[in-house]
């Protein structure tokens, strides 16, 4: 078990891109009862990370920033949660599952800022879309007024959480090593 804590595991590409694909299904398919799921995987994802201090000070930089962004599109309309006016837990845990990529599977897209956003953009948005034909999500908007505004939103988004990921933290957050 010493050699799976911080080895690194949960870094490596296709590890780090399934467990959020395994997360993204558990927190549409279950909402609210997957937030353990959520819970757990992220400190699996934490516990084999080389440097699990930065990661969590990522995971909550930017996991609270695209819930921020979720936080704004509900209180404008433009998504809808049952009769809540805030977005539920699990999408918060969701965004901090989608953060833990930024380091990792989604690295490629640093620095390809142009990439990022037209990726960011087309998936960023077909993720919500995919998730409101799953009833978890409705929108206040018509779909291809949705689709296209949420394209605009992850056209930025998307390359500002790649950015954010990628700054240095000060000293207080580093891992020693």
């Not at 084999?48 to 609270?64: D, I, Y």
């Not at 539920?88 to 640093?110: I, K, N």
């Not at 995919?130 to 992850?154: D, N, Y």
Request: proline share 3%.
């Amino acid at each position: 078990m010493k050699y799976l804590i911080r080895s690194g595991h949960s870094q490596h590409f296709w590890v780090n891109l399934g467990g959020f694909q395994l997360c993204w299904w558990c927190a549409i398919l279950l909402a609210d009862s997957s937030l353990m799921v959520l819970a757990t995987l992220l400190i699996l994802h934490l516990l084999f990370h080389r440097h699990p201090v930065h990661e969590t000070v990522v995971l909550l930089s930017c996991g609270l920033t695209g819930f921020a962004v979720d936080l704004l599109l509900t209180a404008t309309g433009v998504f809808r949660f049952g009769i809540s006016a805030f977005p539920p837990l699990w999408l918060l845990f969701l965004w901090f599952c989608f953060s833990a990529t930024l380091r990792q599977s989604m690295t490629y897209f640093r620095g390809r800022w142009v990439l990022a956003a037209i990726c960011g953009g087309i998936f960023g948005s077909l993720t919500y879309i995919a998730a409101g034909s799953f009833g978890v999500v409705a929108f206040g908007l018509p779909l291809i007024q949705t689709f296209l505004l949420l394209m605009l939103v992850w056209m930025v988004l998307f390359p500002l959480l790649l950015w954010l990921s990628g700054q240095q933290f000060s000293e207080q957050f580093s891992d020693a090593t």
